[in-house]
């Protein structure tokens, strides 16, 4: 019997398939099949042994835990672009493409005789099943999505690599049973996505801190919503040079966005 009281730092993939309840019997068994050939011939091709691996079905989708001696960076670069060039492929012959959901966290876990439990595993699942999650995919239209924690960002994504660019992520406050969070967005393939504001999140709070408390993300690279800063809904997305502003009033005239060259000169 696997001891539960020893726990395993182990990165957790949760898979997740895009509105699965539309799916009929028949298309679901089917669904599940095309899920499973992604992700195993993106393991194989990224050469991560099959008993480096723990795989649990979740009806939708799939829960995977990587023991610790794989890198991480691995999965977050040559493995994404596996997957995504193998849901591309499945997709060709679909009327309706399959579209997934990926949530990532590292963290303890730990193993019984019926899979695995523990915060981490909470936390990817409830990465790649949030309402940004959703939006993000629909909204760009795309077939893949990535979600990573705050912590996974900070210590893996943002340092870069083979196939890891962090400048194609975007950050976004999310709200879970656990507390707010932050997570990080990256559609394979594309530029860093524009995220939705979570109601009623301010990433510049004192107790929002992740699951893990792990730091704040980037000011460039934040959606917020200063609640306390003026009227209700007034809403603020800034992600690098642009920003977009929602339900404001100005009394006075207002300056947004950055003055470069001789815009903002004063003619003598």
């Keep these: 019997m696997t001891d539960v009281a020893e726990a395993r730092y182990e990165l957790v993939i949760s898979v997740d398939a895009r509105r699965s309840g539309e799916y009929d019997d028949i298309e679901k068994t089917r669904m599940r099949a095309r899920i499973y050939r992604v992700l195993e011939t993106a393991f194989t091709h990224t050469k991560v042994a099959r008993d480096s691996l723990h795989m649990e079905d979740r009806g939708d989708g799939v829960l995977v835990s990587v023991s610790g001696q794989v890198p991480v960076a691995r999965l977050l670069g040559l493995w994404m672009v596996e997957v995504h060039e193998k849901l591309r492929d499945e997709n060709r012959a679909l009327r309706v493409p399959l579209g997934l959901r990926v949530g990532m966290h590292v ?20 990465l790649a099943d949030s309402t940004v999650a959703r939006q993000v995919l629909d909204a760009e239209r795309a077939d893949l999505v990535l979600v990573v924690s705050g912590s996974l960002y ?4 943002s340092g870069g690599g083979k196939f890891i660019e962090p400048a194609r992520y975007s950050a976004a406050r999310l ?15 594309r530029p860093a996505p524009a995220v939705p504001a979570a109601p009623g999140t301010r990433p510049d709070a004192d107790d929002m801190s992740d699951v893990d408390d792990v730091n704040d993300a980037d000011d460039a690279d934040r959606t917020f919503d200063p609640g306390e800063a003026g009227e ?11 920003s977009q502003h929602t339900g404001n009033v100005y009394q006075q005239p207002v300056h947004i966005g950055r003055t470069t060259g001789d815009a903002g000169r004063r003619k003598g």
């Excluded at 969070?181 to 394979?188: D, G, S």
């Design 107 to 126: 963290g303890p876990v730990r193993h019984d005789d019926r899979g695995i439990a523990g915060r981490a595993v909470d936390l990817a699942c409830r």
């Design 154 to 157: 900070e210590d893996v994504v």
């Design 175 to 189: 709200e879970l049973k656990e507390g707010p969070v932050t997570a990080w967005f990256h559609l394979p393939g």
């Design 232 to 242: 209700a809904g007034a809403r603020y997305h800034v992600q690098g040079d642009m």
